[in-house]
């Protein structure tokens, strides 16, 4: 009974944020993303066997049980988005029993398996009688990790488009990602590029089909924290988390809540839905990448005890000038590590930081751009602007946008930052968010 209960309690607080907006007669949409924790991942400790191979997957039972409760979850919060991760599409009873039962609850599903027949991938879900689908694209990173990523264009169908006439764009990007786990800090450098891709592939297929700016969410397992390279390149391209804003969360709030138990035994927050509103000011893409990357930079210069003119000097490398070559640039990247193997910094990335760098295109970096681009950036601060509509009514063109009205994590405890000890449906947690959609002026992309 006790169990029942605490299970009711995120779809109680979702239904309840969304029951408290219906005289106002402004439907909600809800999205959820939740790591299900695929059965050939899923360890076993059967009869005290300490065997670190046994693993879910060879007991039917087990992971059929497990993933009968996980979509009892699911269909009771009947989420209008649902995104899974480790979906273990290498089995066909339990794909069909997914597909059957979301099916059967008025739901489009769309898969797809990580490379090299990893096993596991992704699914997204969504409810019929909210949306219209457009368009379904696979992007496959090809990278070490075999990590793959879903796109789905879909149009809000009434009565949950706030807006009925043509020049009002009503239609949302939805992104489905499980980033790469960094087991070593040069797996960092690919869980961002994983991200580099999708937004190039989002900007990519906008332009590709003529797009006016489109609300983006981004929901998955990222692999990274708040404090994090990859949280902080979303946010410099206008991205913000919606479990934070919902919360009223601030950068220094990290350690308040937790989404996932890792194979090492930390908890952490991993799991995010982003949100990009058709409104807000964007940097260029390449410009937010070089950021992160010089900000990966720096952290690996202090982290091995550097002070800014130790950091100088090592980028100088042997060189008796009071400036830095672009050879002394390339050896200090090998040295870091982010470059000189098959994970680094490609020739051409390395050649764009450098650009990026040498601010007066003179072919060297003096003190003043060692300052300005890498150690006390001037670029880093992303300012959360929104387009003002100063223009005359009617004339300024617009579009739908999302407020973010709640968002809750399932269980309970992993709002207060701790993870209980009794839960057992994955590793992760469930986030699920409401958005009500409301109409805004926008932002014009940058090319």
């Not at 005289?23 to 809800?30: K, S």
């Not at 949302?172 to 499980?178: A, G, Q, R, S």
């Not at 937010?288 to 720096?298: C, I, L, P």
């Not at 300005?372 to 992303?382: D, K």
Request: aromatic content about 10%.
């Amino acid at each position: 009974m006790r169990k029942e209960r605490r299970s009711r309690i995120g779809s109680y607080a979702i239904s309840s944020s969304m029951s408290t907006r219906d005289h106002r007669q402004q439907p909600c949409i809800t999205c959820t993303t939740f790591n299900i924790l695929a059965p050939i991942y899923k360890r076993l400790n059967i009869n005290n066997d300490q065997d670190q191979n046994s693993r879910e997957s060879d007991y039917r039972a087990y992971w059929l049980v497990r993933n009968q409760r996980i979509l009892d979850s699911l269909l009771r919060e009947r989420s209008s988005i649902i995104c899974l991760q480790e979906f273990w599409l290498g089995n066909e009873e339990l794909v069909n029993m997914y597909e059957k039962r979301l099916g059967d609850a008025g739901y489009l599903n769309f898969k797809l398996a990580r490379t090299n027949n990893r096993g596991d991938g992704l699914l997204i879900a969504v409810r019929k009688d909210y949306f219209r689908v457009i368009n379904h694209r696979e992007l496959l990173f090809n990278d070490c990790g075999d990590r793959v990523a879903q796109l789905l264009h879909v149009e809000l169908a009434p009565p949950y488009s706030p807006c009925r006439n043509n020049n009002t764009r009503q239609e949302i990007l939805i992104v489905n990602t499980h980033l790469l786990f960094p087991h070593d800090s040069s797996l960092s450098l690919v869980r961002l590029n994983q991200v580099y891709k999708i937004l190039q592939y989002v900007e990519s297929y906008q332009k590709e089909n003529k797009l006016s700016p489109t609300p983006i969410m981004l929901c998955g397992d990222w692999n990274g924290s708040k404090r994090g390279h990859v949280y902080k390149f979303l946010r410099s391209q206008g991205f913000v988390s919606s479990y934070d804003t919902a919360h009223q969360y601030t950068d220094a709030d990290a350690h308040k809540w937790v989404s996932h138990l890792n194979h090492r035994g930390n908890i952490c927050g991993v799991d995010f839905i982003w949100l990009l509103n058709p409104n807000r000011y964007r940097k260029l893409l390449k410009t937010s990448w070089s950021e992160a990357v010089f900000g990966m930079f720096k952290y690996l210069l202090r982290r091995a005890s550097l002070t800014e003119k130790d950091a100088f000097a090592f980028l100088k490398a042997d060189s008796d000038s009071d400036w830095i070559t672009y050879s002394g640039f390339c050896e200090a990247l090998q040295q870091l590590n982010l470059t000189g193997h098959c994970n680094g910094l490609s020739d051409e990335e390395t050649k764009d930081l450098w650009v990026q760098a040498d601010i007066d295109g003179n072919g060297v970096l003096d003190y003043k751009e060692f300052q300005q681009r890498i150690w006390n950036p001037t670029w880093s601060e992303q300012k959360d602007d929104v387009i003002q509509d100063d223009s005359p009514k009617g004339r300024e063109e617009q579009t739908i946008g999302f407020s973010v009205e709640n968002a809750v994590l399932f269980p309970p405890e992993v709002e207060k930052g701790m993870w209980p000890e009794n839960y057992s449906l994955s590793d992760h947690a469930r986030l699920t968010v409401v958005f009500s959609p409301i109409r805004m002026p926008c932002s014009q992309l940058i090319s």
